[in-house]
């Protein structure tokens, strides 16, 4: 059996008996920085080989496990810290797992994102979670206005080194808006830092981030009909292709939805 297994994301002691009663049961144990993983492993005297687990050698390592797990062994994957998988290597390995037909599960625990929105006040019952934007700024610009017109609190989560530039991407891409940055989350120099995104970040660069943005409040001011809001885009100049991916995005609709009126529509001119 393999274990994808929750832990602190800075408190030690944010760990449940279960996951580690399943650490100290695994034969082995994969991580994605056996020193750093030693810090919490140590903490609770749990003497196991390691294995390297991280997104570079996630195939090679992911095929490793599969063999060990083959062999009758059982294996506890964990990350840095959090919840494996989510931001974290574990997605190519859960892939395999399924395509083989072997059997895992999951020790919850921890996870960055929960505790900074119930800090951050911008909770609306619903919310949308991103993790890491990506390098390039043409990338960046791609997701953050396919984001754009989300009405719910958008999250990020960001390194200290990357905060001001991506405040200001979230600026640039989003437009004004209220924005909460915590850091340090569940250690002792916990940070909440509330802010508009054109102000950017004040605060100290030190810790791991999650942002979390408000989501649109503009009140939409789309055609009443499809076919009206379909034509503002091919007037645009957007392919026929492109103006129903883009009214599909506005509207929360699919794309099916959209071609079906613009072929029907097509048939009675």
Partial sequence: MLYFVSTPIGNLKDISFRAVEVLKHADFIACEDTRHSLVLLNAYDIKKPLISYH??????????IIELLRQGKEVAVISDAGTPIISDPGDVLSKK???NNLPYTV???ACAFVPALILSGLNEGRFYFYGFLPDKKGDIKRELESLNQIRVPLIFYCAPHDVTKTVGYLYEFLGERKAVAVREITKIHEQRFEFNLSEGYGGELKGEFVIIVEGNKQKQAFPERIEQHLQYYLDKGLTKNEAIKQVAKDRGVHKSEVYALFTADAERK
């Fill in 97 to 99: 797992l399924i395509e």
């Fill in 55 to 64: 997104k570079f050698n996630e195939a090679n390592a992911s095929d490793k």
């Fill in 107 to 109: 020790v919850p625990g």
